[in-house]
């Protein structure tokens, strides 16, 4: 089956046919390196790492390219306010970003370009603006005439005037247009800089991921991402200045992720009511943190609050407790064909239906349902006296697959021999004598988290896995 894409410029949901066979291209928009990512940066990370993953799995080779913002106002800002250096500040929080989106299950990209590192590349681009005439120097400034590309506004579905109305001309801007965007800054003071044409600067935030898409993926792609917070105007204003240079599409599928709220209220740094991943992942398993993420739709809004992180943990529990008893079965089962075909059947099903919700847009949370259905089947089979090992190896190939697309490994060293429960049984029960109760809670809360039961009778500590 075809994946189908929601396409943002479109605004449908669309085939996905490539520019080359086999190949994906795809540019992510990455953070800006000033501070620790909080979880609304977190969660396009990981979306659009699944959709990698699904693409690697369906067969095709992804050049997946996400950028790092590493100068700009609030670098510059930071280093002000710390008395640091402008890389300085920005090398931390790349190592604390890839820290914490590994933690996250989040895979390094095939390129990370800096801007930085892309100062040549951005200069010649804005050169060749200028030289079309879609741009234009002012005192050292240069900026974007928004009016001579005739398509704006089309990623955001506004027209030019409806855009026109809320545009302003900043104090100390020299632009011709309030809806002009700048394209090159002049220095100010004694900030980092570049020499350029046009005099020492920088360049500004929109024309950076144009220029390293273009170097690293081509004038057009497969697939632009990134936060709904993005779709205007930064990729508004990446469709414009890509598209004038280019004289080509900039991107045939635009994807955007949908907000995430605190609480019920829409998070926000002026709020305060914003979580740092970084603090996050210290108090709660990462792998949790990602199976809520993706328990919804990507592109609809998620609502964030302890106790449903806390509920995503339980679901979580259950697939994983599912998992270790199929791993312990497999030790004892045995080379059984009784049966075999119609549960090999089922388990195949299930297959050909996670595929089918991935295939429809990503839908991930859909797909999590399907997991949980190969438990509810996997119970089933577990209540079974005899096992056969074909089919416990068929569901735990099943679910170590779905689960890896999901970017989620399963912990197979999880699992308790029985000696070892027997033996933590014992030390609860010289707890008990010794009046240790605290101890003992302790071993009977480790023993259920590991999916064993243990049951107290007159005749002594009975135990069973759950």
């Given amino acids: 089956m075809t994946i189908k894409l929601y396409n943002t410029l479109t605004r449908k949901k669309e085939e996905f046919h490539p520019i080359e066979e086999g190949k994906v291209r795809m540019y992510v928009c990455g953070p800006t390196v000033y501070n620790y990512i909080h979880?609304?940066?977190?969660?396009?990370?990981?979306?659009?790492?699944?959709?990698?993953?699904y693409f690697e799995y369906k067969g095709y080779d992804v050049n997946y390219v996400l950028n790092f913002t590493d100068v700009d106002d609030k670098l510059i800002k930071a280093a002000d306010e710390l008395g640091e250096e402008v890389p300085q500040i920005a090398e931390r929080f790349i190592k604390a970003y890839k820290e914490d989106?590994?933690?996250?299950?989040?895979?390094?990209?095939?390129?990370?370009?800096?801007?930085?590192?892309?100062?040549?590349?951005?200069?010649?681009?804005?050169?060749?603006?200028?030289?079309?005439?879609?741009?234009?120097?002012?005192?050292?400034d240069v900026y974007f005439k928004t009016r001579s590309f005739e398509g704006y506004g089309k990623l955001s579905h506004q027209s030019i005037d409806e855009l026109r109305s809320g545009a302003r001309i900043q104090v100390g801007e020299k632009k011709e247009d309030p809806l002009d965007f700048a394209l090159w800054k002049q220095i100010k003071g004694?900030?980092?800089?570049?020499?350029?044409?046009?005099?020492?600067?920088?360049?500004?935030?929109?024309?950076?991921c144009s220029a390293m898409a273009k170097k690293y993926l081509g004038e057009t792609i497969d697939i632009h991402a990134g936060g709904q917070d993005?779709?205007?105007?930064?990729?508004?204003?990446?469709?414009?200045?890509s598209e004038a240079c280019n004289e080509a599409t900039f991107s045939n599928y635009w994807m955007h992720n949908g907000y995430i709220n605190i609480n019920n209220e829409k998070m926000s740094k002026s709020l305060g009511n914003f979580v740092l991943a970084h603090e996050l992942i210290k108090e709660h398993d990462p792998k949790v943190v990602r199976f809520f993420m993706l328990s919804v739709h990507y592109r609809h809004p998620i609502n964030f609050s302890e106790d449903l992180l806390e509920s995503?943990?339980?679901?979580?529990?259950?697939?994983?407790?599912?998992?270790?008893?199929l791993m312990h079965r497999k030790e004892t089962s045995m080379n059984l064909t009784e049966d075999n075909e119609e549960w090999l059947k089922k388990i195949s099903a299930f297959k050909t239906r996670f595929e089918t919700e991935m295939d429809d847009d990503f839908n991930t949370a859909n797909a999590i349902s399907v997991i949980f259905d190969v438990t509810k089947e996997a119970n089933v089979y577990l209540q079974s006296s005899q096992t056969s090992t074909e089919v416990i190896d068929a569901f735990i190939d099943t679910l170590k697959n779905f689960l890896f697309i999901l970017g989620i490994s399963l912990d197979e060293k999880d699992a308790l021999l029985d000696e070892e429960i027997e033996a933590l049984?014992?030390?609860?029960?010289?707890?008990?004598?010794?009046?240790d109760?605290?101890?003992?809670?302790?071993?009977?809360?480790?023993?259920?988290?590991k999916n064993i039961i243990l049951e107290d009778t007159p005749q002594g500590t009975r135990w069973k896995r759950g």
Avoid at 193 to 203: A, F, I, L, V
Avoid at 312 to 325: G, H, L, P
């Fill in 39 to 53: 979880i609304g940066n977190a969660r396009p990370a990981i979306v659009f790492d699944t959709v990698r993953k």
């Fill in 101 to 140: 989106v590994g933690a996250l299950g989040v895979a390094e990209a095939v390129h990370h370009p800096r801007v930085t590192e892309a100062m040549d590349d951005i200069i010649s681009f804005i050169k060749s603006l200028i030289d079309k005439g879609f741009a234009y120097e002012a005192d050292g």
């Fill in 190 to 208: 004694d900030e980092i800089s570049w020499d350029s044409p046009w005099g020492k600067g920088r360049p500004g935030w929109h024309i950076e």
């Fill in 230 to 241: 993005l779709s205007f105007p930064h990729h508004e204003n990446e469709i414009a200045q």
């Fill in 312 to 325: 995503a943990k339980n679901s979580f529990d259950r697939i994983n407790n599912v998992y270790q008893n």
């Fill in 425 to 435: 049984i014992q030390e609860r029960i010289d707890a008990r004598k010794n009046k």
């Fill in 437 to 449: 109760f605290n101890r003992a809670d302790e071993i009977r809360d480790q023993l259920k988290d």
